[in-house]
């Protein structure tokens, strides 16, 4: 199981970013996907997840509002679309399959992909 998240980079507060979440030799749309981060000298955070049987999405309360997780199971794709980014948000964002829930838990996943880092700074 190979994940390969992309699309970070250095945007401005009140800016957007696009992650992108790949998989190699399987299907993502079987997966439950989950989005955290882990900013310098912190643990990693859950901010999203999808769930592969009914779609459902889950959201830290720290990005709802702002940040959208969506499937593209055509591209074998799992996307995170973050709107006004704050400097906050600077982590480095990591991809991962595993169980979706409202607790969107670093412990209930278990592959992870290669992290992109994310800097919201002017």
């Known amino acids: 199981v190979q994940l390969q998240a992309s699309g970070g980079g250095l945007v401005q507060p009140g800016g957007s970013l696009r992650l992108s979440c790949a998989a190699s030799?399987?299907?993502?749309?079987?997966?439950?996907i989950g989005w955290f981060r882990q900013a310098p000298g912190k643990e990693h955070e859950g901010v999203s997840c999808i769930s592969s049987s009914d779609g459902s999405t889950y959201y830290a309360d720290s990005v709802k509002g702002r940040f959208t997780i969506s499937r593209d199971n055509a591209k074998n794709t799992v996307y995170l679309q973050m709107n006004s980014l704050k400097p906050v948000d600077t982590a480095v964002y990591y991809c991962a399959t595993g169980v979706c829930d409202s607790t969107v838990v670093p412990g209930l996943y278990d592959y992870w992909g290669q992290g992109t880092q994310v800097t919201v700074s002017s």
């Open positions: 030799e399987f299907t993502l749309d079987y997966y439950d």
